[in-house]
């Protein structure tokens, strides 16, 4: 489902709409199981959903030829950073979490080509990452996903149908997943070719149904001055998102910080040179 929105007010709007309806279904659908929503930013609204597995390789990627993979480079990566990994020693297509998906994590981090989606639980997170300057030509509209995998109904892993399944947030990983609330999905599909990770806009087409609920809105671009100022006093930024001094800088760059950080740092030298000359 698609909603375009021409503000972000609107857009806030929606997204309280949407966590007041997910409070109703838990209350009407007890016991079963009702997901809190996750959210992906993304900067240009064409962009399909996809992982750097799909760019990287073009074609579908067995899910063992996978794990074969990243169990090859696993050596390299132990005597590099003297770091240990442990994985299992064959893959198993009835785990409900992929085979070493800490170290699955930690390769896309680091650039590995992984068939890991990255989301977060927070839409403003979400709303950053696609409003974020990124120093490429700007485009008109910007995306923001809401992904609610169980709306009361089950699901099951063995399907010849590409489905989306969330693998959680309680995983041991990089300082920045816990500042920036990442989830991650992974797409995949078991037919008669084999078990396979599959692109996650095929799953977006083949999902669905009483669970899977998709939702992308597109807002413009013309809002981000507003947006960044407005994550900005939430405390959604570079700076505390990523914890770099190359963030630090981006945050400093904002419009309504760059004069506000021009004279701060002014007077932090001119009261460091006055205190140099009166020692």
Known sequence: MEMELDSWEKFEARITSLFSRIEEFRKTQKPLHVSTPIFRGQSDATWELETTLDRFAKRRFGREEYFAAIRAVRPAVISLTGKEWDLPQSFDPEDSVPSGYEFMIYLRHHGFPSPLLDWTRSPYVAAYFAFRPNGSPE?????????????????????????????????????????????????????????????????????????????????????????????????????????????????????????????VIFDQAKDGWEMFHST
């Open 139 to 263: 485009k008109e509209k910007v995306a923001i996903y809401a992904f609610t995998e169980y709306i009361g109904e089950a699901k099951g892993w063995a399907s010849d149908i590409p489905s989306i399944h969330g693998l959680g947030p309680y995983v041991i990983s990089h300082k920045r997943h816990y500042a920036q609330q990442c989830e991650y999905t992974i797409c995949k599909v078991a037919d008669q070719e084999g078990d396979f990770y599959e692109s996650h806009q095929i799953g977006i087409v083949t999902g669905g149904g009483p669970q899977d609920v998709m939702i992308k809105y597109i807002l413009p671009t013309t809002e981000r001055e507003k947006v960044l100022i407005s994550l900005q006093r939430m405390n959604v930024t570079a700076s505390s998102l990523f914890g770099s001094e190359e963030s630090l800088m981006e945050t400093f760059g904002l419009p309504r910080n760059r004069q506000r950080q021009r004279t």
